[in-house]
């Protein structure tokens, strides 16, 4: 059996991200250190480079959040840009959804264990999340899926005029450029490519921001999100 990799030491921008949650943030590191391999939820190889490839540069994804949003991280896995962005702003409102159970599980115990009351814990599929969830400002993800793929899960949960940022590579203005089309079927009228983490991160994070319009999800979800809000007034009528 190979040897687990020890969890390094936190950098000092740690320090600097998450201020007074940096015991909590240390905490969260721990935890993905250990259960988190051992659930299978990240790899081994991952844990010498927790702080710097995962919990930093998912924590300043905070610089594109605006203040006192509603946020859905969609795909959540191990929390990952979910509980980094939970511990450096309180003001945000933040659902970590995440279709499977083992990973439900692991987030709802860091949830709990780090007192993060303004993060709620839902097991789902995106798609299956119309009208069974509140719209949000932002839709957040990592790692999830090509940005067509991933439009099409996050899109459709958004409230008109919202936003989905979404961590990606070197290859984010690839990835605009090939889902152009599929964006705009969603109702999307802006996508831009954002890096921030100066001075804290390097490389800087890379974040594609879609913007959508009055109609998140295009034509195609209008009528499912009429279906799911009448199914929701007859349900509270009964």
């Known amino acids: 059996m190979t040897e687990a990799a020890e969890l390094p030491e936190a950098p000092e921008q740690a320090r600097t ?3 007074e949650y940096f015991p909590e943030a240390v905490r969260y590191a721990e935890l993905l250190a250990d259960a988190g391999v051992k659930r299978g939820l990240i790899g081994p190889r991952e844990v010498p480079r927790l702080w710097e490839r995962h919990l930093l540069n ?11 949003v509603t946020v859905c991280d969609v795909g959540s896995g191990a929390g990952l840009p979910g509980i980094p962005l939970a511990l450096v702003r309180r003001d945000l409102k933040i659902t970590l959804l995440e279709p499977l159970l083992r990973r439900t599980n692991f987030l709802q115990e860091v949830v709990e264990l780090l007192g993060l009351d303004h993060v709620t814990v839902v097991r789902g599929r995106a798609e299956e999340m119309l009208g069974k969830i509140t719209p949000v400002h932002v839709v ?4 999830v899926a090509p940005l067509d793929r991933l439009a099409g899960w996050g899109v459709p949960l958004l409230r008109p005029y919202g936003e989905m940022l979404a961590l990606k590579g070197d290859t984010a203005e690839e990835e605009i450029n090939g889902a152009r089309a599929a964006l705009s079927r969603l109702g999307v009228v802006e996508t831009s490519v954002l890096h921030v983490g100066e001075g804290i991160v390097d490389p800087l994070t890379t974040v594609v921001r879609v913007e959508v319009g009055e109609s998140p999800g295009g034509v195609r979800f209008a009528a499912k999100r009429a279906k799911a809000a009448r199914t929701s007034k007859t349900r509270r009528r009964r």
């Open 140 to 143: 957040t993800a990592r790692a």
């Open 58 to 68: 998912c924590a300043v994804l905070s610089e594109a959040v605006p203040e006192g």
């Open 17 to 19: 991200v998450f201020g």
